[in-house]
């Protein structure tokens, strides 16, 4: 049974219940502002936007969750031990043996590593364990309407939401998703998911939450447009001359380690990993997941 259920249940019977959850206030200005602007954009219809927004529930809790991100709190030896446990590098052998087929046809067709895949949705979402608890709708009203520091982003994506919605089939009411609003398999915001989601299968749909070779096809293509070079490495111990995979966007990575500071170069590969997270510790730990995964199928080292 669904929570609301239990809630109405108890509200009907002999119990009395704390507050309901309350709804967006559709009248508030910005709101409205934000109705006429996003059924311009998109073409949607200004009744079914208002209608929508109307039953959305904004959480408090997203406004202190999003501001203190384990990026910005952890250090490097402690963010890496929640993302490399062994639970983790398990299911991704597991994981990679399952998906082996389309994971060596997406690295023929756009040449991305599948080291990388496999460590994306690792790190994301457990190989799709951990997908998120929050309604995408509550997250994106939340988030574009009572935080201002972000406020024009995320309102960006709630209008790309909301043609998603339209255009892609996605349910506007029951779709989850992180606290930021990022959704599926892979975390795709809804940006991303219009512009670079991918129908790995050929069934007619991009479905980035309950299949696989689309979630896999579409990690892949997000890296290929975002420049990813086939067959390139994505980190040096040292930098490398100009030429030999040293360019302009090299990066210097100085973290501190579980046993001391480390240091390494990012290479152009890394900075396109940084792409799909901007933390220097998210890209680190898809590199490292999907490396060792790799070694523990005997995978060539790179
Ligand atoms: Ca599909």
């Given amino acids: ?27 508030r200005p910005e ?14 219809e200004r009744e079914w936007v208002e209608s ?32 490399l446990d062994e639970k983790r590098i398990a299911t991704g052998v597991d994981f990679w043996n399952e998906h082996a087929d389309r994971l060596t046809e997406v690295e023929r067709q756009t040449g991305v590593d599948p080291r990388v895949i496999v460590g994306i949705l690792g790190v994301e979402t457990r190989f799709g364990g951990i997908t998120g608890r929050h309604r995408v709708l509550d997250a994106l009203v939340t988030l574009g309407f009572d935080y201002p520091p972000r406020s024009e982003y995320f309102l960006g994506e709630l209008g790309q939401f909301l043609a998603l919605v339209r255009d892609e089939g996605v349910s506007p009411l029951e779709s989850l998703g992180s606290y930021a609003g990022a959704m599926g398999f892979g975390q795709f915001m809804p940006r991303s ?17 309950a299949d696989w070779d689309d979630a896999i096809s579409s990690v892949a ?23 030999k995979y040293g360019d302009s966007s090299t990066l210097d990575i100085e973290v501190m380690g579980a046993a001391g500071p480390i240091q390494l170069t990012g290479l152009h590969n890394f900075t396109v990993i940084m ?7 998210y890209a680190l730990a898809v590199e490292e997941l999907g490396r060792t995964i790799a070694l523990r199928l005997g995978k060539d080292p790179q």
């Avoid at 709101?31 to 949607?44: K, N, R, Y």
């Avoid at 501001?67 to 709190?73: G, I, L, N, V």
């Avoid at 998911?193 to 939450?209: E, K, P």
Wanted: net charge neutral; proline share 6%.
């Fill in 1 to 27: 049974m669904k929570p609301r259920a239990l809630l109405l249940l108890c509200c009907g019977g002999l119990f009395t219940c704390g507050a309901v959850a309350s709804t967006l206030d559709v009248s």
């Fill in 31 to 44: 709101v409205q502002a934000f109705i006429d602007a996003a059924s311009t954009e998109h073409g949607l």
């Fill in 52 to 83: 929508l927004l109307s039953r959305a529930e904004p959480q408090p809790d997203i406004i202190e969750l999003i501001s203190r991100p384990a990026e910005k709190r952890l250090t490097w030896g402690e963010y890496r031990e929640n993302f």
């Fill in 193 to 209: 998911y219009r512009i670079y989601a991918v129908d790995g299968n050929g069934d007619g749909r991009r479905d980035l939450f």
């Fill in 221 to 243: 293509n997000y890296l290929l447009q975002h420049g990813w070079r086939r067959g390139e490495p994505i980190l040096a111990e040292a930098k490398p001359p100009l030429g």
């Fill in 275 to 281: 792409r799909y997270n901007r933390s220097l510790l």
